[in-house]
């Protein structure tokens, strides 16, 4: 359906508009980091302040403790002010690549299932592309990946590490890891299930933070809608350093015609 003459497409407008919210990312967080950082220099003082006063003026050792309070309810709700804008930019941005895509995605050569998945993961993505390119061993088959509790095998892991900071205080860069797994033709929302709590198992001790978890197939038999359904709207969930960090889950699928079929189709992760 055409707009009438003279009317701008709304997709289009609300779109255009969500591109100069986008644009603004860098000065958002630059804003961010100058008024965490007053923010916590605020907390400090008033800190020093409450404890200097302690058995002095009792009004003034109030008014500090007030302070700080305030202080550090206003650094909560910066933080999640920033979650929120980080959320959005990181939609705006899958939306972007989504619109922007080729809608048919032609499966690379390989010997295996897993070793061509492999291959599209890094030639599709530029940010993978060029950490395997400096270090070929951060793709590696049939790992056994240390849980919490047990060993979770996985067919298929892509990682860069995180920082030290992360690894000891999840905290920092957090790096990414791209784990992936040969799955049922059939699957389940047990099966779906099933991946979701072995990525959040692995996700407290690997080295790097879970960004996106693939049931590969091999025959497009059709999916319930059950399974379609819980794929696009349950996404794996990770937490460390006292955060919450979702995990994209997507069945990827060979198609007969060279091409693959993923539901849903995640693109720009990591």
Known sequence: ?????????????????SDRVAEMAPLVRRMYRYTSIVLL?????????ALATLHGA??????????????GLGFSLLRQTDRFFRLFVARHRSIRLVREADPRVKIPDGRTPVERLGRHLIDSNPTV????????SAVRYKVA????????PFDLVIERPGGAIWKTLGMGDHGFAILARVGPEAPTVADLQRLEQDVSEVGHTLDALPVR???????????PEDVYEYSVGHPAYVRRGGESYRVALEIVTEQPDGTYDFVP??????
């Open 129 to 136: 592309d060029a950490f395997v390119r400096l270090d070929p």
């Open 1 to 17: 359906m055409q707009s009438p003459p003279g009317v701008e497409d709304p997709i289009s407008a609300i779109f255009d508009l």
């Open 41 to 49: 220099f605020w907390i400090v003082i008033m800190a020093v302040v």
């Open 265 to 270: 189709h995640v693109l720009g992760v990591p």
């Open 145 to 152: 990946l240390p849980g919490a509790k047990r060993s979770v």
């Open 58 to 71: 009792f009004w003034l050792t109030i008014l500090a403790v007030v302070g700080l309070i305030i202080g």
């Open 213 to 223: 978890a693939i049931l590969l197939r091999t025959q497009p038999i059709p999916l």
